[in-house]
């Protein structure tokens, strides 16, 4: 693969919340994500196209260098500033993938299979929204334009073909079902959201559309509490009331995943005992865990985690592992497809460039003269084998392996039999200007 080929220049560095250490997923998670100043940032390493993928979850800069510019160390100082650190902190917490992995993680990404939360359909809008503004700040180019278009097609086609994108939502479906079980009636139930990830929106979005009354988001950052409580329509608490409102909440959804626990045992049985031992739903959707491990032994507190909703789900999808196999299928799939055509692509120039040639000669040879069709297609041919048929005597004297690679290759371009035909009535030693 050439250097110059931006596949051989594709870089995605970044970290995600899954393996971050637990004291750098608050500065680089907890705040909703400031792509304009990522953007800025990655602006002035001056790549040849890239863009920025901000997430609640993840950050990744997806990066075309130019040919012999070096910047994964610039990258991760970007993210070690994000998360006011030192790059030698995120040693072994991010990865980069290079080349044809890059663009796989990319279609991956897409198609939610490196989400926390197999399935969940945000993802795919991080993804457009992040080439969109990549396109207005002129970051993005022709390259990552094709790779876009190869991870919505992966993306859709994952959505479309496998189970995979009903996973998420069997999953929120089968939370609600188990709070049916509990409460019977929606109306008249209040809902209380830590924490503001992905499967946390989907959770509470469904339980909104089966009837809860009243929902409560709180986060430790006001500020992204209050701008998520304006976009769903909820309303919105300081973290330091968690305890009063925790008492007043019969279904309390937690997606956090800082690695400390945001609801502690001790916690959850005082707000019980001020409900007077009204059942409350806690499930955990946090990776790491949010709830602490033996709250669900307390009488009248029924906790679910992100395992106990799966094997709900999948009793009647048919399980991950299979649904995951086939979505994986369809990226290498899409992958092995984008590959292709930029290789046939690559081939283009030089294609154009041989049709301009034969043209040339074509009218070289209508306007040496009136010549009847049999003349002027022999002159023809023989115009346009002169130059290869020399050239392939050079080497044949110059280098014989070379030679033979190149008969090799005019045998598959032109689909020629193996031996060469006898009584061939071409004159190849010379260009004849006359018929």
């Known amino acids: 693969m050439s250097a110059d080929d931006p596949l051989n220049r594709l870089l995605v560095l970044g970290v995600n919340a899954r393996t971050v250490a637990t004291g750098l997923r608050d500065p680089l998670f907890a705040e909703e994500p400031d792509q304009p100043r990522l953007i800025a940032a990655l602006q002035t390493l001056d790549c040849e196209e890239g863009l920025v993928l901000a997430t609640c979850e993840r950050l990744e800069f997806v990066v075309v260098t130019r040919p012999g510019q070096r910047v994964a160390g610039q990258l991760l100082q970007l993210i070690a500033g994000a998360a006011g650190c030192a790059p030698a902190e995120l040693a072994g917490q991010s990865h980069c993938h290079l080349g044809e992995d890059a663009l796989r993680h990319l279609l991956a990404v897409a198609a939610s299979l490196e989400s926390q939360v197999l399935g969940e359909p945000q993802i795919l809008g991080q993804v457009k929204q ?30 479309r073909e496998t189970p995979i994108g009903q996973q998420a939502s069997s999953m929120t479906l089968a939370a609600v079902q188990v709070a049916r079980d509990l409460f019977g009636r929606f109306d008249g139930l209040n809902l209380l959201w830590l924490g503001l990830g992905e499967m946390g929106e989907m959770l509470s979005d469904d339980f909104a559309a089966a009837g809860v009354a009243r929902r409560l988001v709180m986060h430790r950052s006001m500020a992204r509490a209050e701008a998520v409580a304006r976009r769903l329509g909820c309303h919105v608490a300081p973290w330091e009331e968690l305890d009063l409102h925790l008492a007043d909440a019969d279904i309390v959804l937690s997606d956090a995943g800082t690695g400390r626990f945001c609801l502690l045992k001790q916690q959850v049985a005082a707000a019980l005992k001020r409900r007077r031992h009204r059942p409350v739903l806690l499930i955990d959707a946090g990776v790491p865990a949010d709830i602490e491990p ?15 909703l799966e094997r709900l789900a999948s009793q009647q999808s048919g399980g991950r592992a299979a649904a995951s196999a086939l979505a994986w299928g369809i990226v290498e799939d899409e992958l092995a497809a984008f590959l292709r055509s930029q290789a046939e692509r690559s081939a283009t120039p030089s294609l154009v460039a041989l049709r301009r040639h034969f043209e040339a000669v074509r009218r070289e040879v209508l306007q040496g003269g009136e010549l009847d069709a049999q003349a002027a297609t022999r002159l023809l041919v023989n115009k346009l084998l002169h130059g290869p048929s020399e050239a392939l005597r050079r080497s044949v004297a110059e280098d014989p392996a070379l030679a033979a690679e190149l008969e090799e290759l005019i045998r598959r371009l032109f689909e020629l039999p193996e031996a060469a035909g006898d009584g061939d009535e071409l004159d190849l030693d010379r260009e004849r200007e006359e018929p």
């Open 130 to 159: 992040s080439f969109r503004l990549a396109q207005e700040a002129g970051l993005s180019g022709p390259y990552l334009g094709a790779a876009a278009r190869a991870a919505f097609a992966a993306a859709k086609r994952v959505r």
């Open 294 to 308: 033996g709250t669900g032994e307390l009488d009248d507190a029924f906790v679910y985690d992100l395992d106990d």
